[in-house]
């Protein structure tokens, strides 16, 4: 069965540095990724989704994720961290025809020092 | 303001109760999911409804039911309840159920003591 594995759950950068939050996959290839933010006290948004079509995936707020088969990952990547950046982000990937049996990453909290 | 709504935002209640959780998803998406999150387990799905028929079940116990109505609603109904059932627990809805982005709702935090 399709997972996904985020690597590391606590991530803190100075603001104005490089965000890069980490998601790698099982070895079959998912036809769908996704990329979530969850701030403080509100439910989860979706930032991107990858759907075959391209392998660089461009979401808001400043956000962007590489597909890349060969290293089976889907990283996050920002290139200047804001502190309303500050957030939990998960990785999820949906298991079989059903978006709604996605399977999410145990999540990565992101801090913002100024 | 991703458009679901849920209701009560907090509850309280006692182990052995019964509580029953709201929500209204986006105008014109028929598909409504639950999720339960807490620290020991994370972001869990417990279960999908598409236009009033369950679509399809996670990792959700046999204490816990849910339902969706004609005017499309749904309420998650957990009894029994077990001080490890404290969480929080979201509802997400989509136009359809395979592949479409989620609209997450500002969740429920439940605290049994």
């Known amino acids: 069965a399709q997972s996904v594995t985020q690597l590391g759950s606590h991530v803190s950068v100075s603001e104005g540095a490089l965000v890069l939050l980490r998601c790698n996959y099982s070895?079959?290839?998912?036809?769908?990724l996704f990329w979530y933010v969850q701030y403080p006290n509100q439910g989860l948004q979706l930032l991107l989704k990858?759907?075959?079509?391209?392998?660089l995936v461009k979401g808001i707020n400043g956000f962007e994720a590489e597909f890349k088969k060969s290293e089976t990952s889907f990283h996050l990547t920002k290139p200047s961290a804001h502190m309303s950046d500050a957030a939990e982000y998960f990785c999820?990937?949906?298991?079989?025809?059903?978006?709604?049996?996605?399977?999410f990453g145990d999540g990565t909290t992101l801090t913002v020092k100024p | 303001d991703s458009g679901v709504t849920q209701t009560p935002k907090h509850l309280i209640t006692a182990t052995g109760q019964r509580v029953t959780l709201r929500c209204s998803p986006r105008?014109?998406?028929?598909?409504v999911y639950w999720y339960q999150q807490s620290l020991d387990q994370g972001l869990q799905f417990l279960i999908q409804?598409?236009?009033?028929?369950?679509?399809a079940k996670g990792n959700i116990l046999e204490r816990f039911s849910a339902q969706q109505f004609p005017d499309l609603h749904s309420e998650l109904n957990l009894s029994s309840l077990e001080l490890g059932d404290s969480a929080l627990y979201f509802c997400a809805s989509s136009v359809v159920g395979d592949y479409n982005e989620q609209f997450f709702g500002p969740g429920t935090r439940l605290t049994v003591l």
């Open positions: 105008s014109g998406d028929l598909s």
């Open positions: 999820a990937v949906p298991l079989g025809t059903n978006a709604g049996k996605s399977t």
């Open positions: 990858y759907t075959s079509a391209a392998t």
């Open positions: 070895s079959s290839v998912p036809p769908y």
């Open positions: 409804y598409y236009n009033g028929e369950e679509r």
